[in-house]
């Protein structure tokens, strides 16, 4: 369980706070898509999570974040990095080996993981991200998108209880981060893993993510279930945030039609509530 209480946190060369009185528990195995505007915390919230923040940020820092029991400011950052896996926003200063192989490598021998384990770990990370071909080839020679998954291959190889991932799909394509979406779900369907993803694809964020947090300015101004969120939308849509646009689709058919109804998170929900009204 992770459970951040009323944490408010000023970067030690900033003048406004960044986050400001956050409050979230999640529960194992959830599934956490974070949303907001630029420059709504939503980074430094995953930073927070991960330790790094005040671990590797210094700052004001007031409230407590817990991740299974361990109090981040007081447990040293190797210790929560072995629960809580990251893919930075800036995948460039996340990778620092030369070669994709060596960069995988990196991490595990850092973890200590055996000799013997490591090939396996290897093979099965990069076919989960499906870049298995890219194994030897240099990181200087790949794509951003590219460089993005065998980012999000070298945590997974690493099986974080935890996975923690600021815009991991920000250079993919729509297929790619699909294939990245359904990976995160069978990780968290399958073996639990609690997912916390800042995501700017807000539709495919809405068809997979269990809970939604949306940050503006600092603070968390909604958060709950997808469908309780997306029924605020106005709320969002004044912070600057974009529904999906099926939620805006269904929410202006029922009121055009003066009805109230349940805003669709999916295509799906939408046809049927169209069919419905053209009853
Ligand atoms: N390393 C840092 N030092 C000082 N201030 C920072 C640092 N990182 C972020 N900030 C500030 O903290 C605030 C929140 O930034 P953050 O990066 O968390 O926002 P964000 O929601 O992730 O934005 P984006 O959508 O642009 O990624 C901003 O005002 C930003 O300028
Ligand atoms: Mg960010």
Do not use: W
Not at 164 to 183: A, H, K, M
Not at 247 to 266: I, K
């Amino acid at each position: 369980m992770i459970c951040i209480q009323d944490l408010s946190f000023t970067y030690k060369n900033g003048t406004e706070p960044a986050l400001r009185e956050v409050s979230l528990t999640l529960p194992d195995g959830d599934f956490l898509g974070v949303i907001g505007p630029a420059g709504a915390g939503k980074t430094t919230l995953t930073r927070a999570i991960a330790g790094m923040i005040p671990h590797h940020y210094t700052g004001d820092y007031y409230g407590s974040v817990t991740v299974n029991g361990l109090d981040t400011v007081e447990t040293p950052l190797d210790q929560i990095s072995r629960l809580v896996g990251t893919v930075f926003q800036d995948v460039e200063s996340q990778i620092i080996s030369p070669v994709v192989e060596d960069e995988m490598l990196y991490g595990l021998e850092n973890f200590g993981v055996p000799r013997a384990e490591i090939p396996r770990r290897l093979e099965e990370a990069l076919g989960m991200v499906g870049i298995a071909d890219l194994r030897e080839r240099s990181i200087a020679s790949l794509s951003g998108g590219q460089r993005q998954k065998v980012a999000i291959a070298s945590i997974l190889a690493l099986k974080p209880q935890i996975l923690v991932l600021d815009e991991p799909t920000g250079e993919l394509d729509p297929r790619s981060s699909r294939q990245i979406f359904t990976l995160l779900r069978k990780l968290n369907e399958e073996q639990g893993i609690t997912v916390i993803i800042v995501e700017q694809k807000i539709m495919l964020l809405c068809e997979f993510a269990r809970h939604l947090a949306v940050l503006n300015e600092g603070r968390v101004m909604r958060q709950g279930e997808v469908r309780e969120v997306l029924a605020h939308a106005e709320d969002l849509e004044a912070a600057g945030v974009n529904c999906p646009r099926v939620t805006t689709y269904s929410r202006a058919l029922s009121a055009r039609l003066g009805e109230r109804q349940p805003v669709c998170v999916d295509l799906d929900e939408a046809e049927a509530l169209t069919r419905r009204l053209m009853k």
